[in-house]
């Protein structure tokens, strides 16, 4: 079928020529026979690579010249990255939408396509944006992830609200291959497209001993190591492939990556442009972790995994596009979304560890997308995927769980009833509905009651739900009328879970009361004389640790695993640190209370300037860890900040200090000087060591220091803003929040 036969916008043909792309594939042709350039809804259950994306692109493109507008969603925010880079420049607008989740970003409306993650596609829902009235397609990227045990539940109520308020909106759902596409199609009210084909072949196989098993042949390899994982890259290299080695944890990929990086040394392989890859990852790096990447990278043995920074990711994926370098091992965060096809993909461990069950084989799904990431279209003659056997007898195993297997089905998590009372809270908060039997009858229209059919515990669980947000005074009930309280509706924006809210609320207010009556007796003992003494006690009811250990135990922040390595480290600082704790520990919890404990410390070193290779070794984890960690909490600390304003006031600045801290990484005393433009952790701390401590004494500074210190062009920039003798400096986090959302200090 010729694209340009498809009375498509001339703009988006043309674009497709360039790129060489004028016939459908055979899959693509399917989806438009279905009706996808007539507003039917699709479920597309096809193969990786076999141009999901181009199907979805065109049908919103006929929307556009239509008038209407598109809403694409993704499951990562790097995803959403690349999407927007593919569809831009082709004659159309298009926004992308991943920040901050409580922000209306009114602008973004403009577009004609937007595209956006689901976590922020609820928060607009949340935040109101009125443009969210007004989509006409909607196009689920990886739609199986409604499954996600984290995320799935956001996406489910982003897809029923979104159908609920645009009644003709047409819905593209794609999905990697699932149990269950009928059942889910049926909810979707879409037709449903399946295919296994494949624009490069896909070779399935077995390695054992020295032989590659499939359905088609039998593979001879050499073994010039004692390694599998090792000769089977060799034998692909040698072919002039690249091999992608899937591994179950971060040490064992790069371990796997030191392993390679000698047997290619030894090899005749070599490859000039490795060098400058190296230098540039040499560059990047700040830990040991950093070095070995660059080191083995430049060998031509790379690693990837969550642990890494950004910038070291993609320095590896576009070495490896590039085709310099011949292997990746990485975690299976790899196969999630990234484009990143290889000749042999080698999945090594299919066993993983799962807390309170031990080592269990990886799901069927997981198995098929990485494997479904051999082959590169137009460069590779096929595509292989090589499971690699322990023995003969899990050779035959190893086919039938996996390369036999049929794909798990997909099912709802909204079975959780406090995931379902936050969405309840929101549908309230934002006016979606107003009673009680209006709840149900909008959660009959969920996945979760589609397949379940259960109708009837349906209306318990809204019931306990209710209950509870009324009891927490997020919501007010008069008669059947239900409404948000300001506290709900700030909860609701907040995008937290109403428990998080009760956790922060509850504990804040104990705080303040506690010290209401310090500041009492401070009145009262300033006469006798103890003045001195119960300031400090005053102190020590609030502390930055015990703040970061109660958002730690909060269903909204992650916790970090605890090794027995970890255990006298924690052990010493808890009884070190008792006092200061929010957050009794219990024998009964001991192994969730060290995580909350190790993830409070990592936090806790990172505002007080602790470098972040000391962090990596202190705390096992990688710089990439550090980063996440930081940057879920800097939400909580936001939200817990936006909290004390309305609920403990007295609190607020304290809190609003812990909150800047972890933005900027740094100590108290550090937080004047950051309120100034260009001036962050490390600029900061250049400037008070060389004892310029405030904006104050900056403004009397000798100009030839304060240039040695910054540079001339910021020493100006600085000089400028202190001398205007401003309240609030331009770069200053009060001024930014008050434009941005109405907070003020
Ligand atoms: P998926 O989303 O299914 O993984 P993509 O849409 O990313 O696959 O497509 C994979 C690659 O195939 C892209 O580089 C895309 O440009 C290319 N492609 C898609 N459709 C066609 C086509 N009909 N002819 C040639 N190349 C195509």
């Known amino acids: 079928m010729k694209i340009s036969n498809l009375h498509l916008p001339e703009s988006l043909v043309e674009s497709y020529k360039k790129k060489g792309i004028e016939d459908l594939y055979p899959p693509q042709e399917e989806c438009v026979r279905m009706g996808l350039l007539e507003n039917k809804n699709l479920l597309i259950s096809i193969p990786t690579a076999s141009g999901k994306t181009l199907v979805a692109e065109m049908a919103m493109h006929k929307h556009i010249e239509n008038g209407g507008k598109c809403l694409y969603v993704v499951p990562l925010k790097a995803l959403a990255a690349e999407k927007f880079s593919e569809f831009s420049d082709k004659g159309v607008r298009v926004g992308i939408a991943t920040g901050d989740l409580d922000k209306k970003d009114d602008f973004l409306g403009k577009n004609d396509i937007i595209i956006t993650t689901s976590e922020k596609a609820d928060s607009l829902l949340r935040n109101r944006a009125v443009w969210m009235n007004m989509i006409t397609c909607l196009v689920l990227d990886e739609a199986h992830l409604i499954d996600s045990e984290d995320r799935g539940a956001t996406l489910e109520m982003v897809i029923t609200k979104l159908r609920y308020l645009n009644d003709n909106m047409q819905v593209i759902a794609l999905t990697a291959t699932i149990g269950n596409p009928k059942k889910f199609a049926e909810w979707l009210s879409a037709d449903l497209v399946t295919s296994k084909w494949r624009p490069v072949d896909l070779k399935e196989g077995v390695f054992f001993s020295d032989t590659i098993y499939s359905d088609t042949e039998e593979k001879k390899i050499k073994t010039p190591t004692k390694h599998d994982d090792a000769n089977l890259c060799l034998d692909c290299i040698e072919e002039g492939g690249q091999c992608l080695v899937f591994v179950n944890s971060r040490r064992n990929a790069e371990g796997f990556a030191k392993r390679m990086a000698k047997v290619l040394e030894k090899s005749d392989f070599s490859d000039p442009e490795l060098e400058i890859i190296q230098k540039k990852l ?7 972790m950093g070095r070995i990447l660059a080191i083995c990278t430049g060998k031509g043995a790379s690693f990837h995994h969550a642990g890494m920074k950004k910038d070291q990711r993609q320095i590896v994926e576009q070495g490896f596009r590039d085709g310099h370098i011949k292997v990746i091992s990485s975690t299976p965060t790899l196969a999630a979304g990234l484009n990143l096809p290889a000749r042999r993909v080698i999945i090594r461990d299919y066993m993983r560890f799962k807390g309170g069950f031990g080592m269990v084989p990886i799901p069927v799904r997981e198995y098929r997308q990485m494997a479904g990431r051999a082959g590169r279209p137009h460069l590779d003659p096929y595509g292989e995927a090589v499971l690699i056997a322990k023995g003969r007898e899990s050779a035959n195993g190893l086919y039938e769980e996996f390369i036999d297997a049929p794909a798990e089905d997909v099912k709802s998590r909204l079975d959780d009833e406090s995931i379902i009372t936050a969405h309840i809270l929101s549908l309230i908060s934002t006016g979606f509905v107003k009673e009680s039997a209006d709840l149900v009858s909008f959660l009959e229209r969920t996945f979760y009651v589609y397949l379940n059919k259960k109708s009837k515990y349906l209306s318990k669980i809204v019931d306990n739900a209710v209950e509870f947000l009324e009891s927490a005074e997020m919501i007010t009930r008069l008669g059947d009328q239900l409404s948000a309280t300001e506290y709900g509706n700030l909860v609701s924006r907040l995008y937290i879970n109403p428990v998080t809210a009760e956790i922060i609320t509850e504990k804040l207010k104990e705080k303040q009361n506690a010290i209401n009556e310090g500041e009492k007796i401070l009145l009262d003992s300033s006469k006798t004389g103890f003045k001195e003494e119960e300031k400090e006690n005053k102190e020590t009811v609030f502390s930055d640790i015990g703040l970061l250990q109660l958002l730690c135990t909060t269903p909204d922040m992650y916790t970090m695993y605890v090794k027995k390595d970890d255990l006298p480290v924690l052990e010493k600082f808890f009884y070190e640190h008792e006092d200061e704790l929010w957050v009794g520990l219990s024998y009964d919890t001991m192994e969730e209370d060290f995580a909350v404990l190790k993830t409070a410390m990592l936090l806790d070193n990172w505002i007080n300037e602790i470098g972040d290779e000391t962090i990596c070794t202190r705390f096992n984890v990688g710089p990439g860890d550090i ?41 108290r005393e550090l937080l004047p000087l950051v309120k100034l433009r260009n001036i962050g952790r490390v600029r900061a701390r250049r400037l008070f060591n060389n004892g310029f401590s405030s904006p104050e004494k900056i403004k009397n500074a000798d100009f030839s220091k304060l240039s040695a210190i910054l540079g001339k062009k910021i020493a100006e920039d600085v000089l400028e803003q202190v001398k205007r003798e401003e309240h609030d400096y331009p770069g200053s986090d009060y001024s930014k929040k008050e434009n941005g959302s109405g907070f003020s200090e």
């Open 282 to 288: 040499e560059d990047a790096a700040e830990t040991e």
């Open 627 to 667: 980063y996440n960690v930081v940057e879920s909490m800097k939400w909580l600390l936001y939200s817990a900040s936006r909290i004390s304003y309305m609920m403990a006031p007295d609190l607020r600045v304290r809190v609003r200090e812990v909150e800047l801290r972890m933005k900027h990484g740094i100590k």
